[in-house]
């Protein structure tokens, strides 16, 4: 068993059958039929098939789907065009009309929209539990029960998820779990070393790692992949050539990038929870994160993502600091999205915004005076320094 930074490498080179060392991308929507009835009707129906149709795969998305498919220690992987073509897909080859999902109280806006709105439609009921409760999982389940979706750490909360206490419960109860492993990364945490049935990413985050593709993944059984992948062809949610080939030459220094930004995290939250300005940090990787002791049994590493709460007497106040803060950084961009090398910012109750109402953002940990950061690959000294001049313009 080879080291993860060699499998970042070399996995799924079987697939590239060119003489090329970086694979070819495969600009082509169609392949040349085989000479056989028997293989062409192999080819038509046979799940991922690399070389009939761009929708039901390439040779690429074969071999990034193998690679993320080891990292996250499953037996198959489905490339799809964005996260919630992930999210989505993976739910709905799971439910049926007349099911129930347990979910979390904080998920990520899209995710959160999903449930409430669009599950309902289909006749599937949600409920949520505490993620921070283990009590509120098991209190929520129901005879119709059929998934608990999870995601850990939350966004943009950073509430962790027990996930070898859902993982036993669900599988006691024969109930599938899925987990969002976006804000954690495999480096950082495999949700199904603690008995998680599918994983799905936002690969345009930590797995791209450079803010120019957005694509996503689901990560599970071959049986689960291949269910999600019929209904990803009626979807058509199918992830394009180029963005495959820019994910996979991303996903080859993903262990490189990420173990830098846990560093590079960890050390500016250290930083500013010293900060007068700042009414406090979330991150997990702080022994002042209530779930700090959780997180270390779970995670490798605690992720580049973290929050600040900024200081005020009152709301307005805090939104106002908030801002100013936003309009002074020079290094960190008030951009959405995350994991990329670059340090982005942004405020989640702006971005939130018409979205959710202002008891679901408070209900998920969102005020105006959090910032949720996104840290990167710069240096250390240049990231506080940052925020060290732009606190210096904060006036009330």
């Known amino acids: 068993m080879n080291h993860i930074e060699t499998d970042l490498i070399h996995s799924g080179n079987a697939f590239n059958t060119s003489r090329s060392v970086v694979p070819p991308i495969y600009q082509t929507a169609t392949y040349y039929a085989p000479p056989g009835v028997d293989e062409f ?219 830098q930004i846990n560093e590079n995290a960890l050390q500016l939250a250290q930083w500013l929870e010293q900060q007068p300005l700042v009414r406090r940090v979330i991150y997990s990787g702080l022994p002042s994160h209530p779930q700090h002791e959780l997180a270390k049994t779970q995670m490798r590493g605690f992720t580049g993502m973290l929050c600040i709460e900024v200081d005020g007497k009152d709301e307005q106040q805090q939104f106002h600091r908030a801002q100013n803060i936003l309009r002074q950084l020079k290094i960190f961009a008030n951009a959405a999205s995350l994991g990329g090398v670059e340090s982005l910012i942004v405020h989640p109750a702006s971005m939130w915004g018409k979205h959710h109402s202002k008891q679901e953002k408070e209900r998920a940990g969102i005020n105006e005076g959090l910032l949720r950061i996104s840290v990167g690959i710069e240096h250390i000294d240049d990231l506080i320094a940052d925020f060290a001049q732009a606190f210096q313009y904060v006036n009330d």
């Open 41 to 259: 009707i192999e080819a038509a129906t046979a799940p991922r098939y690399p070389h009939f149709y761009q929708r039901h795969g390439n040779p690429v998305s074969s071999q990034t789907a193998e690679l993320l498919a080891r990292l996250e220690g499953k037996e198959a992987a489905l490339l799809t065009a964005t996260g919630m073509a992930a999210i989505s897909t993976a739910i709905l080859s799971i439910v049926k009309a007349g099911d129930h999902v347990v979910a979390q109280l904080s998920h990520y806006s899209a995710a959160g929209i999903f449930l409430r709105e669009v599950l309902p439609q289909f006749g599937i009921s949600v409920s949520y539990a505490d993620q921070r409760d283990n009590n509120s999982f098991r209190e929520a389940i129901r005879e119709n029960t059929t998934l608990i979706y999870l995601e850990t750490p939350s966004n943009p909360n950073l509430a962790i998820t027990d996930l070898a206490f859902v993982g036993t419960l669900a599988r006691g109860n024969g109930i599938t779990t899925i987990c969002d492993n976006t804000f954690a990364s495999p480096i950082n945490q495999r949700p199904g070393d603690f008995g998680i049935d599918i994983v799905v990413h936002s690969a345009t985050k930590y797995l791209g790692g450079h803010s120019d593709l957005t694509a996503g993944v689901i990560c599970g059984t071959t049986e689960a992949i291949n269910i999600a992948w019929k209904k990803l062809l009626s979807f058509g949610g199918a992830l394009a050539p180029f963005d495959t080939w820019l994910l996979l030459r991303g996903l080859r220094t993903l262990a490189m990038r990420v173990r």
